[in-house]
């Protein structure tokens, strides 16, 4: 028999109305402000299938401004987030698409930060506050945000997955899940790793150096 969790059957902690184009909106953005690292200077988020259609109605926007300011799922401040981002000085732009996606509530977030760094998140709300990340720069992955996750950019070369591994493990740090993905052999890749505890900007400073073949590296 298929079992089922208290969130399951209660829901996510969040400012309403909706778990699939509010909560999952939130996480999604916030994932993607944690990704770039620095304050954002300047968003546009492009909404396809239902996000598109209805999510004007459930609070979809609000919740985009409010998950690329930091903001959580359940604060009170998303209701206002238009404002916040205006007093913050982040200018926000959306752009509701009719093209067709694989899953209805899709988001693709590209965000300036104030050193002019761009970053590009496409990601999917999947029901009941749940998402997944599914392009990185382009690149396509799979990241749930369930756990702390460590995202290496590396070179597809032989050692690079070894030596990150082992270097989390001297440092203690459990791997839960670890998928790669590439554009093609001897191209760019990512290291999707997801940990049982976070890896700090410490630490993330100790991969940088003793990891050969790293061009960028971020948290969640």
């Given at each position: 028999?298929e ?18 184009h ?6 999604i ?17 492009t909404?396809y ?19 690329i300011l ?10 206002h987030?238009?404002?916040h ?8 732009d ?7 996606m ?5 988001v ?10 761009m970053?590009?998140?496409?990601g ?16 396509g992955?799979e990241l ?5 996750t ?11 997955i ?8 001297q440092?203690?740090?459990?791997i ?6 590439r ?27 003793l ?10």
């Amino acid at each position: 028999m298929e079992s089922f969790s208290v969130f399951d059957i209660i829901g996510p902690r969040m400012t309403g109305p909706s778990s699939s184009h509010t909560a999952g909106a939130v996480r999604i953005a916030y994932i993607a402000r944690r990704l770039i690292g620095e304050e954002i200077s300047r968003v546009t988020f492009t909404l396809y299938g239902s996000f598109a259609e209805t999510g004007r109605g459930h609070g979809t926007d609000k919740a985009l401004i409010g998950g690329i300011l930091g903001y959580m799922p359940d604060d009170e401040r998303i209701r206002h987030a238009y404002e916040h981002a205006k007093e913050q000085g982040v200018l926000v732009d959306f752009i509701y698409s009719d093209e067709t996606m694989p899953h209805p509530n899709t988001v693709k977030i590209e965000a300036v930060d104030i050193n002019e760094r761009m970053m590009e998140v496409v990601g999917q709300s999947i029901g009941g506050g749940n998402i997944l990340i599914t392009e990185i720069n382009e690149q396509g992955v799979e990241l749930s945000g369930e756990y702390p996750t460590l995202i290496v950019s590396h070179r597809d070369e032989p050692g690079v997955i070894a030596e990150v591994s082992h270097v989390l493990a001297q440092m203690n740090v459990n791997i839960a899940f670890m998928r790669v993905f590439r554009h093609g052999r001897g191209r760019d890749a990512y290291m999707c790793i997801e940990t049982d505890t976070p890896v700090t900007k410490e630490m993330q400073g100790i991969i940088r150096q003793l990891c050969k073949g790293i061009t960028e590296l971020f948290a969640v």
